[in-house]
Antibody
Framework: EVQLVESGGGLVQPGGSLRLSCAAS????????MSWVRQAPGKGLERVAN????????YYVDSVKGRFTISRDNAKSSLYLQMNSLRAEDTAVYYC??????????WGQGTLVTVSS | QSALTQPPSASGSPGQSVTISCTGT?????????VSWYQQHPGKAPKLMIY???KRPSGVPDRFSGSKSGNTASLTVSGLQAEDEADYYC?????????FGGGTKLTVL
């Protein structure tokens, strides 16, 4: 059974940093693209970043370029999102998702990030 | 403002069929056969219902079907059931990025 479990969310002040983690199990983690998808309160979905199975390719949405870094540790079957210079508009539930054929076929339960003073 | 346009709401009675549209451009929906649809119940993570325009993942009922014509994709839910009431989002590949619709709230009357 595929499982994705996020952690690391919380309340942070504007300008602060946070690191999200996603523990994966039930599939060959190193063979799959992985993504972080966020959903602001009451809003739609947005893919923030994704990373190829071997970590050689990474893509970011324009609004987080230079502030967020996606990474992975295939030995630990874990995905990460380092978020720096956080802004109020980054407030959202952040989901870890497996990406196959440009579709997100498995999702974690999400972790809430709140950026507020 | 979302890149893909969906109607904010749709509704139907149990047993009926309802179709939700998702309109983009030739740079996304019209240019690639990578349209997906997601179902999201309140407080839950999205669930993949359709990928590559019309393919259903294992376990998704065949009451759910997808199609595309030009720059508009559609999700049809046939034989509506109470548990189909949820938010539905479309997405499309758009050349190194993925764009989403704003979501459609489906109400089963």
């Amino acid at each position: 059974e595929v499982q994705l479990v996020e952690s690391g969310g919380g309340l942070v002040q504007p300008g602060g940093s946070l690191r999200l983690s996603c523990a994966a199990s039930g599939f060959t983690f190193s063979s799959n693209w992985m993504s972080w998808v966020r959903q602001a309160p009451g809003k739609g979905l947005e893919r923030v970043a994704n990373i190829k199975g071997d970590g050689s390719e990474k893509y970011y949405v324009d609004s987080v370029k230079g502030r967020f870094t996606i990474s992975r540790d295939n030995a630990k079957s874990s995905l990460y999102l380092q978020m720096n210079s956080l802004r109020a508009e980054d407030t959202a539930v952040y989901y870890c998702a497996r990406e196959v054929a440009v579709a997100f076929d498995f999702w974690g339960q999400g972790t809430l990030v709140t950026v507020s003073s | 403002q979302s890149a893909l346009t969906q109607p904010p709401s749709a509704s139907g009675s149990p047993g009926q069929s309802v179709t939700i549209s998702c309109t983009g451009t030739s740079s996304d929906v019209g240019g690639y056969n990578y349209v997906s649809w997601y179902q999201q119940h309140p407080g839950k993570a999205p669930k993949l219902m359709i990928y590559e325009v019309s393919k259903r993942p294992s376990g998704v009922p065949d009451r759910f079907s997808g199609s595309k014509s030009g720059n508009t994709a559609s999700l049809t839910v046939s034989g509506l059931q109470a548990e189909d009431e949820a938010d539905y989002y479309c997405s499309s590949y758009a050349g190194s990025k993925v764009v989403f619709g704003g979501g459609t709230k489906l109400t089963v009357l």
